[in-house]
């Protein structure tokens, strides 16, 4: 029997912290990423290394979340925090002429969605009762 460690929210935060480090440390609108340091001066060596790390983190994100909530989930999810941008627009509390702003509400919300991939399958299982398994074929 193999003893699962409970899902927590601390345990989603977690989770949402992590994506938010990927997304952020990537791009956004300062000058502390990984994009705006491609066109500095550093030896090339550095920032090949930390692309690679960073598209590890990419790809490992990505494909939990494609497989945890599929292209139904994910576009549902995405456009979830898309009608949340627009109700903030519609508001007042999100200005459209702001685009550094808009930028960073929609990382917030791109890292979201990478944490609820990476969680949903726990807690679809708190939900239902169902475990995800992945098939191997062999």
Not at 3 to 22: E, G
Not at 79 to 86: N, S
Not at 94 to 121: H, K, P, Q, R, Y
Request: proline share 1%; with cysteine; charged share 10%.
């Amino acid at each position: 029997m193999v003893i699962q460690p409970k899902f927590t929210f601390a345990s989603f935060l977690l989770r949402y912290l992590i994506s938010l480090i990927l997304v952020f440390a990537t791009y956004n609108p300062s000058e502390y990423c990984w994009v705006q340091w491609l066109y500095s001066d550093t030896v090339m060596v550095y920032k090949v290394a930390s692309g690679i790390v960073l598209l590890i983190g990419w790809v490992m994100f990505l494909r939990a979340t494609w497989n945890s909530l599929g292209a139904f989930g994910t576009l549902l999810a995405a456009a979830f925090f898309a009608v949340m941008i627009w109700l903030l627009i519609e508001w007042g509390l999100l200005a459209l002429d702001n685009t550094s702003i808009i930028v960073w509400v929609v990382e917030f919300i791109l890292s979201g969605v990478l944490a609820v991939g990476m969680s949903w399958s726990h807690i679809r299982r708190r939900i239902s009762g169902q475990y995800d398994t992945d098939e191997i074929e062999g």
